[in-house]
């Protein structure tokens, strides 16, 4: 069965930075895109961005442009994600999740179980 | 970037009532319109993709509708487990912005 399995929770300082990975199986890695999503608590859900693993590419939220690097690795099936210049706004559930096409959108099918990140001075 | 309104924010509603949310888009994004439903310390669960197809394994009693900017998700008959929140998201462009999302409750 299709598999997202994230690392675990992680507590930094503000300033520093945070990497999460997401280990797939149950499928081709290379076959789909990957988003990834955070929530803040008792917040909605922000995309931050994806990563098309078969070639590498990346588009990312303007927002986090710059402080967010999303790399894939093929022969672990692992997406990574890594935020950098951490403030207490960057504390939330990161989640990484499998895109599907269809036509000219897509949808997100699958869901790792998510990261928590706290940021703390 | 496209804005995702969803309305209402919170609903009230019974265990059998027929319920409907919305979602409005600030620009048209044809039907790439998608219905998440999450419950707390869960990630969200896919409900509905292209604004009107029911995924698989999803109950019927939820369906959707809309195309354009205006799009709507309908619980036929509330059930217990669908007290939840429930998130649009466009996947027309990038970045993929979600609705804010609509809180259900039991009354």
């Known amino acids: 069965q299709v598999l997202l399995v994230q690392s675990g929770a992680e507590v930094k300082k503000t300033g520093a930075s945070v990497k999460v990975s997401c280990k797939t199986s149950g499928y081709t890695f290379t076959g789909y895109f990957i988003h990834w999503v955070r929530q803040a608590p008792g917040q909605g859900l922000e995309w931050l961005g994806w990563i098309n693993p078969n070639t590498g590419g990346t588009n990312y939220a303007q927002r986090f442009q710059g402080r967010v690097t999303v790399t894939s690795d093929t022969s672990v099936n692992t997406t990574s994600m890594d935020l950098i210049r951490l403030t207490s706004d960057d504390t939330a559930v990161y989640y990484c999740?499998?895109?599907?096409?269809?036509?000219?959108?897509?949808?997100?099918?699958?869901w790792g179980q998510g990261t928590l990140v706290t940021v703390s001075s | 970037d496209i804005q995702m309104t969803q309305s209402p924010s919170s609903l009230s509603a019974s265990v059998g009532d027929r319920v409907t949310i919305t979602c409005r888009a600030s620009?048209?994004?044809?039907?790439?319109l998608n219905w998440y439903q999450q419950k707390a310390g869960k990630a969200p669960n896919l409900l509905i993709y292209t604004a009107s197809s029911l995924q698989t394994g999803v109950p019927s009693r939820f369906s959707g509708s809309g195309s354009g900017t205006d799009f709507t998700l309908t619980i036929s008959s509330l059930q217990p487990e669908d007290f939840a929140t429930y998130y649009c998201q466009q996947s027309y462009s990038t970045p993929r912005t979600f609705g804010q999302g609509t809180k259900l409750e039991i009354k």
């Open positions: 620009q048209t994004i044809n039907s790439n």
């Open positions: 999740a499998r895109d599907i096409r269809r036509g000219s959108g897509s949808y997100i099918d699958f």
